[in-house]
């Protein structure tokens, strides 16, 4: 059979490994409410997802402020969403003023606020932080031109912000078929977020062309790739995800 010659060959076949990162994605501004792609990643040969081991999803929510007219001011910003003090990142809240990193002075996150000094009068501040409202995540593997598709993990992301995840950590499971791990080359891994706020990895709050980072968000998976392509990878794949 086909598809046993492939996984034969997947077996046998030279590979390395590694993981995807965040600055492996290209990356895009969700839509509050509504389902949108936020990144993807192509691949240029066979890799495999690891199963059972780790990986990274923080993902914030993103609001922005005008500072008032008097420079130095110490100002509170409420924030829409329902901030939460995260477990699954190491800094639940990143302000920035402009283009500069901004020192948090305080967080209350049982009145939803966050309290900052700008520099500037009338500057813009950009406020990163894990949400605690229900919001879905979903890491999928999509063929070109959309042509086979499959969910390949989903989560919420309000749960995720508050999990242990050095305790309880999230992992990928395929126990449908042994191909279901398999992101053949030219497919694309992809995370799509459904939330009420606007999420993001990344915005221009400067106005400069240069991005400020999120740097209290996550994405990471550990795979394995081949060196050389399979015959017939892809359109196992496509037809292994079309059974599911």
Aim: glycine share 6%.
């Amino acid at each position: 059979m086909v598809e046993d010659r492939i996984l034969k060959e997947l077996r046998e076949a030279d590979t390395y490994s590694d993981h995807f990162s965040r600055a492996d994605f290209d990356q895009f501004a969700g839509v509050a409410g509504s389902n949108e792609l936020v990144a993807e990643t192509q691949v240029r040969r066979p890799h495999a997802l690891a199963e059972g081991v780790p990986v990274d999803v923080a993902i914030m929510a993103y609001e922005e402020f005008t500072a008032d007219g008097t420079a130095g001011n110490s100002e509170t910003l409420n924030l829409s969403h329902d901030p939460v003090e995260s477990t699954a990142t190491a800094e639940p809240i990143v302000v920035y003023e402009d283009d500069s990193r901004l020192a948090i002075d305080s967080r209350d996150y049982e009145n939803d606020t966050v309290t900052v000094t700008p520099a500037n009068a009338d500057s813009t501040l950009g406020v990163f932080y894990a949400s605690g409202e229900q919001a879905r995540v979903a890491v999928q593997k999509t063929a070109p031109a959309a042509k086979a598709q499959e969910t390949l993990w989903s989560g919420d992301t309000g749960l995720i912000h508050l999990r242990d995840t050095a305790r309880e950590p999230i992992t990928l499971e395929f126990g449908s078929s042994p191909l279901q791990a398999v992101i053949p080359t030219d497919w694309r891994l992809q995370v799509y977020v459904d939330a009420p706020y606007t999420a993001r990895f990344a915005k221009d709050i400067g106005g400069d062309g240069n991005e400020e980072v999120a740097s209290n968000s996550l994405l990471g998976f550990q795979y394995r790739a081949t060196r050389d392509e399979i015959e017939g990878l892809k359109t196992a794949v496509a037809q292994d995800s079309a059974g599911r």
